[in-house]
Each structure stands twice: as C-alpha cells, then as structure tokens.
C-alpha cells in the first residue's frame, strides 16, 4: 500500500520519490536516449569530473497541481535555457531544449502522486548535469550524464510568508567578475554554507551578498534574487554576470510592470536598501519572501513593522496566482504536463 504524505508538515528538504530520468553522452557525441527508472542511488567513477573537479551545474523549478486539476510548469523553457547558457560555461554538452522539457514532463507525471494538493506545496524538480566520466588532468569528463528527480516540497524559508530577517555580509561575497555567479554551477553553493549557518546561529534567516569588487552594492540573497520598493517603485540589482539571472526575478519585473509599478534594474547601493519602504527576495524554491529587517554591522533596518509590504503582498499574490491558474496566464508562462492515458480494465 501507498504511504499517505502528510501535506501539511512539508518543509523545503529532501523526501526520495518513485522515478528518475538519466541520459548519458560522451563527449563530442550526441545525447543517448534517456531512461525513466526507479528512484534510487547510482554509480560512479571516483575519478568523474563533478567529483574532483565541481563540473557540474543544477536547475530548481516547480510543478504545481492547478485550481483546474491538472499539473502544470513555470516557464521551464527559461531553466532549459540557463542550463544551455551554464553548459557552454563549465564546457559540457548542453542537453537540448526539447529533450529537457520532455525529461522534466516526463518524471512529474510519473511522480503525480507526490504532486501536493493546490496551495500545500509543489513538487520541486531537479534536473543535473554531471561530468560522469573518470578525469585526472584538469578538462572536461568524457562522459555526462543529465538526471532529473523530484521532491515535494513546502516553504522555503521556515513560516511560509512570514517577514524574515536577513544580516549582510561583510566577510564573504558569492561570486566575482569573471566568475561562475551567472550560472547555476554546482561549486558556487557549498562556500556559501558556512556563511549562511553562521548568519542562522544568530538569529538570521539568510545572508545578503555584496558585490565582490566595491563592496556597496546588493547582489542577492543566499540563493534567490533580491527586490526593495521606496516610494513606489520597485528595485532589483542589474544582471552583471555574478548575480544568477532568476527566473522568478525575471517573471516579476514583468508583472510589477504590467501592474503600473516603475522598475528599475540597477546597481541598489546598501545605504539606499537600508532606507526602503519594502524588501522582499524572490526564487523557485523562495518564491517571494518578504523580508522584515535587514542589518548591516550594527545598524538594523526594520521594514513595515515586520509585516508583509502591501507591494510584496500584491506581487506574491499575482504571481502565485498565476502558477497555480487562479488568475489568467497573460503572459504564457504556464505549460501543463501531459498525463498517460490512465488503462481501465
Ligand atoms: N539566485 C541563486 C543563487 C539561486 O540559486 C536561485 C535559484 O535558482 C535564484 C537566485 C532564483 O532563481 P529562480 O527564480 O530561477 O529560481
Ligand atoms: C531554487 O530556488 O530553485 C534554488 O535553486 C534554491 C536552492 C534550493 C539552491
């Protein structure tokens, strides 16, 4: 019999489910086909380069089970794109568009059942790309292999859309000109580990980045963008190669701009976001979170009473809304998954 999933004890963490995908590829060759197999542990060459050398890269999305019934996807055409962009940097054979939408829809609908209900969660889909094959000489692996599993999941940040409270960093930066921050490498997560559990032992939610190079500007948030309002208008840093160019980011300046808000893609000084009237960060697996303070040294900035902003408040609704068909899909940003043709006997 099936275990029951409790929906409403979900977190953000890792809960195996029943099916995978693996494709492998030699390099300079084109992708094999993949296979859909049982969730389970896989073998490896100690030698692989993901292993030795980080050359791996990772993409987050969510399916969502729509009011309307069916399960749907956010714009996974823009993670099959990052994965491209990603692959050509850290020199791996980029996994084609079509055959990345088709592993994705492919391994949700053999998971349905792990997709929550409307509103309790989503299931969390983790596609990787690996360099599989055994290398000594610092190069590209000979082999790699593309995987996709999922997980269902709740909140990201513990209490849902409850403010948090972030501290900026200034010992650690997260990515430098020149660097891997544009791209979801696997080796820009781990250095931001220590930071982030030193940042929770005192009380803080996240760490918010500054720029490596001034030292004055905001880059993000741990591991999703960042967004503040003064006086109506809504700021998020500039894209300049070291800040991960989120999907969720993207998809909310479009829609702060489609309600009449003003926003502006910026360098946002620290001194300015400490005098903002609203702040909030934004990813797949954050969604948007409002942030209820922010400190930087020994100044603490506390932003509508440690309530959720009336524009974070609005933005979260339009946006959630639409990931889960509440609210029409203006943009096309919804793909929905086919489901197999269940047999009756
Ligand atoms: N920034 C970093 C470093 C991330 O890892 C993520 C998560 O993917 C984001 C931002 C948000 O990106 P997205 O909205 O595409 O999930
Ligand atoms: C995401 O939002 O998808 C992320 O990748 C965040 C994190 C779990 C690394």
Redesign the pocket.
Known sequence: MEEQIDWDSLTFSFTPTDIMYVAKCKLGEEWQTGEMMPYGDITISPAAGVLNYGQGLFE?MKAQRSVNGGIVLFRPE??AA?LITGAERLGMPPVPEEMFLDAVEKVVAANARWVPPTGKGALYVRPVLWGTGPILGVSPAPEYTFMVYVCPVGPYFKGGMHPISLKVSDEFH?ACPGGSGGV?AIG?YAPGMMPSKGAKKEGFAEIIYLDAVEHRYIE?V????FFCVKDGIVYTPELTGT??P????ASIIDLARSKGYEVREEKVEIEFVLQADECFC?????VISPIGAICHGDTCTMYCNNEVGPVTGELYDALTGIQTQVEADIFGWIRAVPMPEIEIE
């Open positions: 987050g823009r993670n990052r997260r979801k820009n993000e741990g591991a999703a963008n800040i991960l989120g999907i969720t980011r934004a990813g797949t697996a954050a």
